[in-house]
């Protein structure tokens, strides 16, 4: 997908980023923070009655939340991704100049040097690259995603291929010295268009 050029598809590649961020930001889908490995157990607890704690870490977060949007807006094609750890908002940005405006907001800044256009182009190129792959390789990536802690991204993979295609990546470098992060993956692959 050409993210320079306005096509139909240009509205859709929007809402799905936006979803995206907002799935990030909320935490839907994520055991753990970025760029940290899930652990092997796997805990259910019963559903409780929410307390005032929980209703204020509520109104904490869409705060938060607010903030992101109004940094995202700010800083432009500066920003590249907002999370939030600990009960506190990150972002990272490409500009060292705007870590005041990010402080200023009340979030914690980071300097990253890829900007978020370039980090969905490495999605796209590691895309291209399993595509070109033989199997097991080609189809035990799972997913792709923006690791705004390191500026670079992270591929979930089948646990019984990392070893594999962390060299494979690191010999072919398709995504240059974009950071590229691995985490176990126990999802069904689906194979790469090449």
């Not at 970025?34 to 259910?44: N, W």
């Not at 990536?141 to 019984?160: M, R």
Request: with cysteine; net charge negative; proline share 5%.
């Amino acid at each position: 997908m050409n993210f320079n050029s306005r096509t139909s598809r240009t509205p859709l590649a929007l809402a799905s980023t936006a979803l995206m961020a907002s799935l990030l930001l909320t935490g839907c889908g994520q055991g753990t923070d970025p760029g940290t490995k899930e652990s092997s157990g796997s805990a259910t607890s019963a559903p409780t009655a929410p307390s005032e704690n929980q209703s204020e870490n509520s109104v904490d977060q869409n705060a938060l939340l607010k903030i992101n949007d109004k940094l995202s807006a700010d800083l432009g094609e500066n920003y590249v991704q907002g999370w939030i750890k600990n009960g506190q908002l990150h972002v990272s940005t490409t500009d060292e100049g705007q870590l005041a405006a990010i402080e200023e907001a009340g979030a914690v800044g980071h300097i990253v040097k890829h900007s978020s256009q370039e980090l969905r182009q490495a999605i796209e190129k590691i895309m291209t690259w399993q595509g070109k792959q033989e199997n097991p390789i080609r189809n035990s990536i799972h997913a792709y995603s923006l690791n705004p802690e390191t500026g670079g991204i992270t591929l979930s993979v089948d646990k019984s291929q990392i070893e594999a295609i962390t060299k494979l990546i690191e010999a072919d470098q398709p995504v240059g010295d974009i950071p590229v992060d691995f985490k176990s993956s126990g999802g069904i692959g689906s194979p790469a268009k090449s």
